[in-house]
């Protein structure tokens, strides 16, 4: 994997942790030469993964809207960053640029991103990765609606290969078969 689309969210949350792992996750992508392609904001923990991305000489590329260049403070560090008009086309910009997807903690955005690659994955148009960062159980009530709508039949029991879920960094250098480079 050459590129990986971080899916996180605008604020630090509500832990330290949250900036803690993102932190150590922009870390381990620049160390690792896998690009980091994110929403171009310089805030939340969108913010720090592509900071310590950067910091450790890592390639960052932002995809921004002209409305939120503002609100998420558009990060003027990073390699190389696209403003566009639409929420659309800037998730249809990092799907293209992205080798697989990254799905830390995030709000209702977060969401929106990770459901759109996930049901893109289902209708089979495209394969790539989408890792889950299910860190402190965060999305553990989300693994059991998506259980729910397989229960009541609405989606079928393959849905669960679509996604790959992970609880801690050891197991994402595993999933991104990645050894810790200094």
Known sequence: MKSIAVY??????????????????????????I?????????GIM????????ANEGQVEGVITNHLVEKEKKNLNISSIQVVETM???????FNKADGFLVLPGGVG?????????????????????ILFNLNNYWSQLIE???KTIDC????????????????????????NINVKN
């Open 47 to 54: 913010g720090v993964v592509s900071n310590a991305a950067i």
């Open 110 to 130: 977060t969401l929106e991103e990770f459901f759109e690659v996930l049901s893109w994955k289902q209708l089979q148009i495209h394969r790539k990765p989408i």
């Open 153 to 176: 039949k609405f989606t079928g029991e393959n849905i669960k290969d679509a996604y790959i879920v992970v609880d801690n960094t050891a197991e994402l250098r595993k999933v991104l």
């Open 88 to 94: 659309h086309e800037r998730k249809i910009a990092m």
């Open 35 to 43: 690009k980091v392609i994110y929403g171009g904001g310089d805030s």
């Open 8 to 33: 996180c969210g605008s604020s630090n949350g509500s832990e330290s942790i949250f900036a803690e792992i993102a932190t150590e996750i922009g870390s381990l992508l620049a160390v690792n030469n």
């Open 145 to 147: 609606l998506i259980d």
